[in-house]
């Protein structure tokens, strides 16, 4: 059964920094892609990074520069390292990966954790 765990989130003043930790189980970690997403109230839930088995990193664009998307394979984690928060960073974030079996895809989600950015 996979399951992912996030971890880290909380209350930050604009410009802090908060460091997101996802622990996984139950997949072939070091080959797993992973994600980071957010979700605002109001909003859609948007892809933040995303980082392959191979360690290849993609941001979008409002995160470039200020957020670091990283794993460790040892403790089947992925991190996000946020730093200079702004209150539009604000959300729940979600980490998220997926497994395929005879071409069927299944996507497996993290419960949340919440962000809070004060201004």
């Known amino acids: 059964q996979v399951q992912l765990v996030e971890s880290g989130g909380g209350l930050v003043q604009a410009g802090g920094s908060l460091r997101l930790s996802c622990a996984a189980s139950g997949i072939s970690f070091s080959v797993n892609a992973m994600d980071w997403y957010r979700q605002a109230p109001g909003k859609q839930r948007e892809m933040v990074a995303s980082i392959t088995g191979g360690g290849s990193k993609n941001y979008t664009d409002s995160v470039k520069g200020r957020f670091t998307i990283s794993r460790d394979n040892a403790k089947n984690t992925v991190y996000l390292q946020m730093k200079t928060l702004k209150p539009d960073d604000a959300a729940v974030y979600y980490c998220?990966?997926?497994?395929?079996?005879?071409?069927?895809?299944?996507?497996?989600w993290g419960q949340g954790t919440q962000v809070t950015v004060s201004s």
């Open positions: 998220k990966t997926w497994t395929w079996n005879r071409s069927r895809r299944t996507d497996y």
